[in-house]
């Protein structure tokens, strides 16, 4: 048997979808954790039938389940992925190798989108900003704050992260810059997802991301 390099969360909420193809493309060595978030399409079986491994969370929340990936994570290092086939798991590689050779802390996919239907306008301008505000707070060089990464598992955790909603990505990367971490974001191709969005693409999604974020922003500025 192969053994287990990397654990690749994936936080999923009705992607039955999306999962077939998505957890067929994950390379040898990385293993599957889907966090189900009380999917009532059938996605915990799905995954199962696809061989990943499913946690069940039953706070709602991208953060809740992120984290319970985290916390399931047994390899060395945790990454993390979108279960809506808009990133392709074929290129976390690229983002692991640096974390396996230890020149870098953290890895993030800045999202390229392939089509113009991959990404709102509204979204892609929210996070030009977001990055820019995060470059001058951190000295980090950011454009993107996307979903995909990598890290060692362990310093992971030593991160403490506490939000548990749509905060967590930026939490991660302000807790990392904060601690100084070697942080670098790569290129990653980013496709419509498949189904339907329950973050970007809906106005209440939208509204809970932008407050979480700021209220981290506020936080760390203060
Ligand atoms: N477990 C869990 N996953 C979620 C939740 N909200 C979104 N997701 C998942 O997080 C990922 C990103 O959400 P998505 O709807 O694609 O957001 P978008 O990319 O901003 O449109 C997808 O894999 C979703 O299934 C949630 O509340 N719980
Ligand atoms: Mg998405």
């Known amino acids: 048997m192969t053994q287990t390099r990397v654990d690749v969360v994936f936080p999923c909420l009705n992607e039955a979808g999306a999962l077939p193809w998505v957890l067929s493309r994950l390379p040898r060595g990385y293993r599957a954790i889907v966090v189900d978030n009380g999917s009532t399409d059938g996605s915990a079986d799905v995954a199962l039938e696809y061989g990943a491994v499913v946690v069940h969370e039953a706070r709602r929340g991208f953060g809740a389940a992120a984290h319970a990936g985290l916390l399931h994570s047994t390899a060395p290092i945790t990454a993390f992925c979108d279960a809506d086939a808009s990133m392709d ?9 640096p974390i396996e050779a230890g020149t870098d802390d953290l890895m993030l996919g800045r999202r390229r989108p392939t089509t113009r239907g991959s990404w709102p306008v509204h979204a892609q301008i929210a996070n030009t900003y977001l990055s820019w505000r995060l470059r001058r707070i951190t000295g980090v060089t950011i454009h993107d ?17 506490q939000d548990r909603r749509s905060g967590y990505p930026l939490e991660m990367f302000l ?48």
């Open 89 to 97: 798991p074929h290129d976390l590689p690229r983002l692991v190798g």
């Open 145 to 161: 704050l996307g979903p995909m990464r990598a890290a060692r598992r362990e310093a992971l955790l030593s991160l403490d992260l």
């Open 175 to 222: 807790r990392a810059a904060d601690a100084r971490w070697r942080i670098r974001e790569i290129d990653t191709p980013y496709a419509p997802r498949v189904g339907r969005s329950k973050v970007t693409g809906t106005v209440r999604g939208t509204i809970t991301a932008i407050a979480d974020m700021s209220r981290l922003l506020r936080e760390t500025a203060s």
